[in-house]
């Protein structure tokens, strides 16, 4: 699936799961210049970072080898266990458009 | 209880790691230090990584250093308090009842042995996680302190905070019993709590009357009897500083330069269906004394008079506005000595 076509699905997922937080789905590349996790060790065998910073939450699961996705939202309106409950929930429904779209 | 494969912290003056435990793999050294430089750096306040062979890093930042743990991700929960309330096995630290800026702490171990190390129960693990750091009351107050030394391990005391656009909901609130009876009932009634102040009561008095009739639903067999709590609710609207309250059972002392006043409140009121609210109106630097009954019924180091509610009253009054919690732990230690303690005992103090 195209990186437009993953866009697409992810406002629809925003929209059912995290209509008050965001998301969004980083390449490799593009981590690294991201204001908040670019500096951060990210190896291969890491799998999922949980960052409080400010008053906001952040969730990054890997989605594959080189896609990321990242979801956020002020903890005054979500916190860390809904937000990692919406974490999986985007994460499984990517990869099953993922593999059905394949 | 889980174990952690690293734990220690990094600190900023020596910009170095300093370990308790370390069975980690040598290459997370640099991955734990990359960690905290960034945290500090980018003044990120909690960071987890979680690893593909189910291992997990957790980093907390603090004022002084970074503290950090590595576990097995099924001790995550476990492993990640041990850090956030310090009450690491291996390094043990004395940890006051009173508290100005975290949740609650670990109660003190009753035993004579001296050995200050104390395994924590689940069960504690699970209701101290519902407790909410000082730092929530502070967006209505400009400091807020907390005694709190359950009985046992856990107990029926809780407290709570809501903030709202121009209103403040502070609930301090003793269930019946102690230990893990008591904080059974405390859980579900700081979960029923939690759903019936989602918006600011318009009436504290319906509220207050309505959430008991809520709260005796909650089980649906006899046993109910047992099941109460005795409760403080405080609204302040933080525009004129109009204080309302509204309670059935637990006090409030409002201390102001003038002198102290207590608001007073009986169970047998809301059963009689006679629950009145009450107004006061508050100035800056004014502070309020919300306490359990644990406190009044302190016996002194005689063992033979209860502290009782005048007392406290003129014990709040004689002390001074500043570190009042520090004045009130130290008076209240005189009080009663070597004198075992009856029930929990909470007290909140907030300034405004």
């Not at chain 1, 939450?57 to 080189?66: A, D, F, G, I, P």
């Not at chain 2, 300093?18 to 960034?38: G, M, P, Y």
């Not at chain 2, 503290?67 to 097995?72: D, H, K, L, N, T």
């Not at chain 2, 002198?259 to 609210?277: A, D, F, P, Y």
């Amino acid at each position: 699936m195209s990186i437009g076509r993953f866009n697409e699905l992810v406002t629809q997922l925003k929209a059912q799961y995290l209509p008050n937080g965001n998301i969004e789905l980083l390449e490799d590349s593009e981590f690294r210049e991201h204001p908040i996790l670019f500096e951060l060790p990210f190896l291969d065998t890491i799998t999922e970072i949980r960052l409080e910073k400010d008053v906001g939450n952040y969730v990054l699961s890997r989605l594959s080898e080189s896609l990321f996705l990242l979801v956020s939202a002020n903890k005054s309106q979500c916190n860390i266990g809904i937000l990692l409950n919406s974490a999986k929930y985007i994460s499984r429904e990517i990869r099953d458009s993922a593999i059905t779209l394949a | 209880m889980g174990q952690a494969s690293a734990l220690g912290f990094f600190d900023y003056e020596l910009n170095s790691l300093s370990f308790t435990v370390n069975e980690s793999k040598v290459d997370r050294q640099h991955l734990i230090t990359a960690c905290c430089e960034n945290m500090r750096k980018q003044s990120i306040d909690s960071l987890t990584l979680k690893f593909d062979d189910q291992m997990f890093l957790f980093f907390l930042r603090n004022e002084e250093n970074i503290r950090f743990v590595e576990g097995s991700f099924k001790d995550y929960p476990k492993l990640v308090s041990r850090v956030k309330f310090s009450t690491d096995e291996q390094e043990p630290e004395v940890i006051p009842v009173m508290q100005k800026a975290n949740a609650p702490s670990v109660k003190e171990p009753s035993d004579n042995t001296g050995d200050s190390t104390t395994k924590e129960p689940d069960h504690a693990l699970l209701q101290r996680s519902m407790y909410q750091p000082m730092s929530y009351f502070q967006k209505a107050y400009s400091n807020a302190e907390l005694y709190f030394k359950p009985l046992d391990d856990t107990g029926g005391d809780f407290y709570w905070t809501k903030d709202y656009q121009y209103k403040n909901l502070v609930v301090l609130g003793d269930c019946t019993g102690h230990g893990t009876f008591g904080s059974m009932i405390a859980m579900s009634v700081m979960t029923l709590l939690k759903q019936f102040f989602r918006l600011p009561p318009t009436s504290l008095t319906n509220a207050l009357i309505d959430f008991h009739k809520q709260m005796l639903e909650l089980m649906e067999d006899e046993v109910l009897e047992v099941f109460d709590v005795e409760l403080a609710i405080l609204v302040l609207d933080k525009r004129t500083k109009e204080l309302t309250y509204a309670g059935s059972g637990v006090n409030v002392v409002i201390k102001t330069k003038k002198g102290t006043t207590q608001l007073k409140s009986r169970k047998s009121q809301l059963i009689l269906g006679r629950v009145k609210e009450e107004k006061v109106k508050l100035k800056k630097n004014d502070q309020l004394y919300v306490s359990s009954d644990g406190i009044f019924d302190q016996f002194d180091a005689d063992n033979k008079k209860r502290l009782g509610s005048s007392n406290f009253q003129k014990m709040v009054d004689s002390l001074p506005f500043e570190n009042s919690l520090d004045h009130f732990n130290q008076q209240f230690e005189e009080f009663k000595g070597d004198t075992p303690q009856l029930d929990d005992q909470s007290m909140l103090i907030l300034t405004l």
